[in-house]
Every structure is written in structure tokens, then in C-alpha cells.
């Protein structure tokens, strides 16, 4: 992963864990207040609150204790490869698109980011400034010609 993605995840995990569960914890305590627990909704939808944050914190931790994390600023080449920023013109509709690839757990289209397993990255992998690539699309095969590859 980049190292912007492993610093928003761990933005997110300390987010989880110093306002999420406290606010939680505190509205199962206020819950435990109003009487009987078998049928207090709220007490029931704050536990359910409670495992998902507690998923969601233990997914990030692994997340994070796994990941090999590439700066991309140290990265160079004329070749596609993690990290790299390329830019695209689709052959048919001359329509300009920017795309780094990342991890997958960075991907996010509506930034520009493509996850290095998407059908798009693994056509760019390897290729270089002015070679054509041909994607499969769910609605057919598109073909894109890589007009510059940076490391931004």
C-alpha cells in the first residue's frame, strides 16, 4: 500500500478508537439504565454498534500489521507499475482519464485511484508511454492508449 493509505488507515483506526468506542461504551451504560436489557432496543442496537466498531478495529490493525508500504515519491521508471499515476485516452470517445493504482483497500474511482487487481491496472502493468491497452468492460473491450506515466 501507499503510504498515504496506510496514514488514512490510521486516521480511521484512531478515529474507531478514541471517539467511536468511548461513544458507544457510553451509550450501552445509559441504556443499562432505562431497565430491563431483553427488550431495550437501544441497549441491543448499541451492542450491535459495539461489534461492528470492535470488527472494524481489529480489520485495520490487521490491515496495517500486514501491509508493505512503498513511498511512492523514491519509485521511477517509464514503466506502469504500483504506485504510478497514468494517463489515459480512451481510443474510441478520445476521453481523458487520470488513474494511480494502489492498493486494494485505497482504491476509490471517484479519486483516480484503481486497485493494482482491477482489470484496468493489470492491462497497464508493464506497459509504457504510447502503448495501447485493452480492457475488458462489462460493456465490452475498451482500448486506452497510456499518454504519460508519472510518480507523483
Known sequence: MTAEGYHALDEDLKRLKTTERPAVIAAIGEARLHGDLSENAEYHAAKD????????IAEI???????????????????????????VIDEDTEEKARYQI??????????GKVSI??????????KESGD?????????????????????
Open 49 to 56: 454498534r459495539q461489534g461492528w466498531i470492535e470488527g472494524q
Open 61 to 87: 490493525e490487521d490491515k496495517m500489521a500486514r501491509a508493505q508500504v512503498i513511498d511512492v515519491s523514491k519509485l521511477s521508471g517509464k514503466q506502469v507499475k504500483f504506485g504510478a499515476t497514468v494517463s
Open 102 to 111: 494502489v492498493g486494494e483497500h485505497e482504491a476509490n474511482v471517484k479519486d
Open 117 to 126: 487487481t482491477s482489470p484496468i491496472a493489470r492491462a497497464m502493468i508493464g
Open 132 to 152: 495501447v491497452v485493452e480492457v475488458t468492460t462489462p460493456g465490452g473491450v475498451k482500448a486506452y492508449e497510456i499518454t504519460k506515466v508519472e510518480w507523483v
